[in-house]
């Protein structure tokens, strides 16, 4: 069976520090894929970033990075110069050979101005 | 593009009554999926379909919900009779691709009392 961890129920940052939000994950298959989406509190749901399990390289979207270990089979979001509209519910994905993406239970991410 | 449009946005309806969601999937993406999400049980996914036709069901909950899709533009759940239990956010998403993660649609609040 697929999971997604979250350990991480809530986080808080200061406005323009960096955060790091955990996700830990288990499969038995070897190609998979990873993501992050963002929920803000109009409830959209928004693709942060994507990781294919076959790259060695960790994803990078503009202020946003991954820390991929596939061995370790974790899969944490990297916020920098973090700002008050990055505040909102963090999930972590998981997508196998199956069509179906697993998300975990959300980490709330804070602000502080 | 307009995204993964959703129908209503709320839903206030008494227990008993026939519920029905709509969604409208970006033109051209082939898979289509139901989620629901909820404090206790986070994202779940009902039922996905690829080129309309239901692939996966085994989340939908029990026989009071029932998901269609009569062609490639136009999906809906359908909950009858309605509980209170049923009370929730319905995403719909669509994808392109199997190896890309989803657009989701806005979501439908329903509250049923």
């Known amino acids: 069976a697929q999971t997604v961890t979250q350990s991480q129920p809530e986080m808080s940052v200061q406005e323009a520090e960096t955060v790091t939000l955990s996700c830990t994950y288990d499969t038995s298959e070897s190609d998979y894929y990873l993501f992050w989406y963002k929920q803000p509190p109009s409830r959209q749901m928004i693709l942060v970033i994507r990781q294919e399990a076959y790259k060695q390289q960790n994803a990078t979207e503009n202020r946003f990075s991954v820390n991929f270990q596939k061995a370790a089979k974790s899969f944490s979001l990297k916020i920098s110069d973090s700002q008050l509209g990055d505040a909102a519910m963090y999930f972590c994905?998981?997508?196998?050979?199956?069509?179906?993406?697993?998300f975990g239970p959300g980490t709330s991410l804070s602000v502080i101005p | 593009d307009a995204g993964v449009i959703q129908s209503p946005r709320h839903e206030v309806t008494e227990m008993g009554q026939e519920v029905t969601l709509r969604c409208k999937p970006i033109?051209?993406?082939?898979?289509l999926f139901w989620y629901r999400q909820t404090m206790m049980r986070g994202l779940e996914l009902l039922i996905y379909?690829?080129?309309?036709?239901?692939?996966?069901d085994s989340g939908m909950p029990e026989d009071r919900f029932s998901a269609k899709m009569p062609n490639a533009s136009f999906s809906t759940l359908k909950i009858q009779p309605s509980e209170p239990r049923d009370s929730a956010v319905y995403f719909c998403a669509s994808s392109s691709d199997r190896v890309k993660g989803y657009t989701f649609g806005s979501g439908t609040r329903l509250t049923v009392v």
């Open positions: 379909f690829n080129n309309n036709v239901p692939i996966d």
């Open positions: 994905a998981l997508k196998t050979s199956y069509d179906k993406v697993i």
């Open positions: 033109s051209g993406h082939d898979y």
